[in-house]
């Protein structure tokens, strides 16, 4: 028997949510740079790709080579 498992939003994934809503188009390194705590990209990057797995930031594909381009689902 499965179950649909739910996902804890923490708030360092609804850091980087907030971060993405209000800077549309941003890469992952800036939101990284924006919410890692003092200054961790590592643990930034960790919350920006949880987000992006919960559905709360959309990647797409950016205008420069191998960046993401962050944006805001709305959730």
Known sequence: MT???SRR???AMRA???FAAANPGCTKMAAADA???NGSRRFG???VDR???AGLIEARDG???NAYAL???GR
């Open 16 to 18: 980087a949510a907030d």
């Open 35 to 37: 919410i890692g705590p």
């Open 9 to 11: 939003i923490g708030p």
């Open 71 to 73: 944006y805001s689902t």
């Open 63 to 65: 205008q420069r080579c």
């Open 3 to 5: 179950t649909a498992k």
């Open 45 to 47: 990057y960790a919350a």
């Open 51 to 53: 987000a992006i797995r």
